[in-house]
């Protein structure tokens, strides 16, 4: 249903737009595959089912019901409260990304409906900035939480990224406790947050509301943990396990509930609403 649907988009859109011919290699079979067939599969692999990046805007069309969708802060940007420069000052890189990918930060919020259920969403994008988590990304994902508390309405967050932006400091560090603590409120509500994790998944990211959900869902061969393995190799100078901090691992060890294809997320997220929905 969702394939058609985003079928039935791509022909209404001008042709000459569409990036005709082009080829992508798969680093999951290392495999050239069609482009446009990789995006019609929701950006997976047609070959070995590689899960590719996928842009906010487009997990949301996928994941929400048609014309349900209401987003919410979109126009909310980062400051620059330290002054911070590194190779370039942290005002133009956001200006930059904000050029290069559309979005005003690395996360979109809303409400719409999932499986007929009313939800409150929100969807990280890797592309900007390493889907680092600043001040914006804390206090959208914090003006969702509160409000899909207020009705509600179970809470929805789909997790890419390296972990907290460091151009803002303790400040980004800040907002694991802010998500954390408006994920409280809304648990002490008896309401449910389901939190899907996908490739890659790290650091403070993953230490404050991507793993506080009361269900786990990652994509398939997502890597997710806090500190990159290589660093971790690196200080207890120990050859790591096989497949350490993929998804299968933690699932194998507890620490996810579910792997699900993104073919399958819709239907899976739909079946929990049913399950978990509240009274
Ligand atoms: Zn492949």
Redesign the pocket.
Known sequence: MVLDRLRRNAAGRDPKKIPDGLWVK??????T?FKRLVEERLDT??????HFPMASAKRVEVLVDPGSWQEWDAGMTSGDPLGFIDTKPYIDRIAQAQSKTGLKDAVICGTGAVAEHPVGLGVMDFSFNGGSMGSVVGEKLTRMIERSTAARMPVIIISTSGGARMQEGALSLMQMAKTSAALGRHADKRLPYISVLTNPTMAGVMASYASLGDVIIAEPKALIGFTGPRVIKETIKQELPEGFQTSEFLLKHGQLDLIVARQDLCAEIGRLLAYMRPA
């Open positions: 798969c680093p999951g079979c290392a495999k595959v692999c047609p070959e070995c089912n590689h």
